[in-house]
């Protein structure tokens, strides 16, 4: 990771004090983010969901949805290319969990202040899998909105550690409430939803601009025959269907949100959520119909739970 694997320091990488970043946002972005994970594409008058893209009933602004949260986070991933000494071949990267916490129901717009911090580090021997926190502040409040964390794997880039057991850390210890197993029962809810062959051309436009998910000749390189859907749109989509189906699109229910991308989607497949529900939290896995194949599964926890449910 550094000139040799001896030099490597993982004191440097979890001490590193990342800049603070500021994050502005209108209505418009949190709309457009709406309509980028499927909002209102089976209905366009649907009344559970025109509230997210639309001031309906005399609503003085739009309502946001949980999983734009994750947007507040879009360019860390190009600020760990500062970190000292973590070298890595930046096409072999890949996030493979986020979590979200929610402290209270997102504004229409707003300015952030985003505080970073390293909150993990794993030599899996092939790979470095490296966990970045970002708090989220209404600037002009300081009040705490939400909190990000990913789990980002630098393939390639591991082997670092001095001695027989490999190197790990984490500022937090793990977390039981953040454990699941998906059961073998039938699910409470099933929802099914086809993507648009578009669909990543119009979610890019809320931040993410990478070719993969554009550029045909890009995507072959990486090894697939299209571009691919990206990981945080299908994560927007498998909670959407939890809003819909468990919280009766009462989207403030939701209390924190986490996800383990497992596989890829293309754009245009049909994907299916299935959800149990096991007291105030809500299991998941979503299917790509198309190829009978998981691409994500998760727990979701709930405020409270809905008298009609």
């Known amino acids: ?61 739009i309502e946001v949805l949980p999983t734009f949260a994750a947007l507040f986070s879009i360019g860390v991933q190009a600020q760990i290319a500062n970190i000292p000494g973590l070298e890595f071949d930046p096409r072999l990267l890949l996030h493979g969990q986020q979590y979200i916490e929610i402290y209270k129901p997102l504004p229409s717009s707003g300015c952030l ?33 939400c909190m990000n964390r990913m789990a980002i794997y630098l393939r390639g880039a591991g082997g670092f550690s001095k001695s027989s057991q490999p190197y790990t850390y984490t500022k937090y210890p793990s977390s039981q409430a953040l454990a699941y197993k998906i059961p073998k029962t039938q699910p409470f809810a099933v929802y099914e939803e086809c993507t648009q062959p578009s669909q990543a051309l119009l979610y890019r436009l809320s931040g993410d601009y990478n070719p993969l998910h554009s550029d045909p000749k890009f995507a072959e390189i990486a090894g697939f025959s299209r571009p691919i859907l990206h990981g945080l749109c299908t994560l927007g989509y498998a909670v959407r269907a939890i809003n819909i189906s468990i919280c009766r699109g009462q989207q403030n229910m939701i209390k924190n949100i986490s996800g383990r991308f497992l596989l890829h989607v293309y754009p245009g497949e049909t994907l299916i959520t299935e959800m149990w529900l096991e007291g105030s939290r809500v299991l998941y896995q979503m299917k790509v119909k198309e190829r009978n194949r998981a691409v994500l599964s998760g727990v979701v926890h709930l405020n409270h739970i809905s008298s009609s449910i």
């Open 1 to 61: 990771m550094a000139g040799t694997k001896q030099e490597f320091d993982p004191q440097l990488v979890t001490s590193y004090e990342f800049p603070q970043t500021t994050y502005t946002y209108t209505e418009r972005d949190a709309a457009l983010y709406a309509l980028g994970i499927g909002v209102c594409s089976r209905d366009a008058v649907d009344d559970k969901e025109l509230k997210y893209v639309y001031h309906q009933d005399g609503q003085q602004s």
């Open 113 to 145: 202040l985003n505080k970073t911090t390293v909150a993990g580090l794993h030599d899996k021997g092939k790979a470095t899998v490296l966990e970045i926190e970002v708090s989220c502040y209404e600037k002009e409040s300081g009040e705490l909105l």
